[in-house]
């Protein structure tokens, strides 16, 4: 019974040891998953917010155009530093979109319409305008007016593509934390059965092994304390135990009987009939479950 538990013991270790390793290998990938849809949506926002921003720059552009004023170089100095956030801008969104070909595309037909209207340099190192280095004057208003159109058109696409981007990214991101909860959640609650089932068990072999150290102790006592001899021997009649009753009964001293065959037949029988004797009562010892008779008591051989 003792190995018989310590083996299940042993079977629920070595099973939950790969099991929780798998547990812990699939917990690790899907909490990346998780990670990484986070940072999309993350980086999908910064998207946004940079499109919103260069729209809201064209707008500001075209309402400052509108209110001129006297000062001249003022509305120049404001639409010099409107060019230089507008190609900020566009670089930065091809750095947000860098892993999305279709919405680099898209940059790739906004970018010569931002260099048309604040007649900064384009990526390929030409400029819109052949005069000098500083931003050129603004577009003509009939020209200006489509222009603007035609960027706030691409600008809108950009902004389109990428709500519905967030929106499955974002709906990836709730798929990924669902799933890293739920396997989360199934392998502590495997773990914690596999952790209770393990220490169940070996609390019943420690229990039942005190248990039986107890009884057997409590055995050995009583049977060393009987007045009546108790043998105990193998199906060939060699004594594997005697209490000192016992001993006392066949005239040997404390251990002397251990390893000898059983005296059953008395001083009146040679030593050498005592396994035949022996055999014929443990026969009937398995035919019949008992064995009754007498017998005297051996000399010592």
Known sequence: MKKSVAKQIAVIFSAALPILFAIGVLQYQSILGLVDAYDQVVRTNETLEEIQATRSMVGDVEAGRGHVTADQRSYAQAYRAAAVEARVRLQKLRDLTSDDPLQQKKLDALEPLLAKRFGFQKADGRRTD?????????????????????????????????????????????????????????????????????????????????????SNVFSARLLESMANGVCLSDEEGIVLYSNPAGEAMFGYRAGELIGRHLPVLGAKYPAKENPEAFSEIYQQLINHGAWSGEFDRATRG
């Open 130 to 214: 052949q005069g000098s280095s500083e931003a050129g004057p603004p577009a003509p208003p009939e020209t200006s007016k489509k222009l603007t159109g035609d960027i706030r058109a691409a600008v809108s696409g950009l902004e389109a593509d990428e709500q519905r981007l967030l929106a499955f990214r974002d709906a990836s991101a709730h798929a990924a934390g669902a799933r890293a909860m739920a396997i989360t959640t199934f392998g502590s609650g495997l773990a914690l059965c596999l952790v209770t089932l393990a220490g169940l068990l070996l609390h019943y072999y420690i229990t039942r092994s005190k248990r039986s150290e107890v």
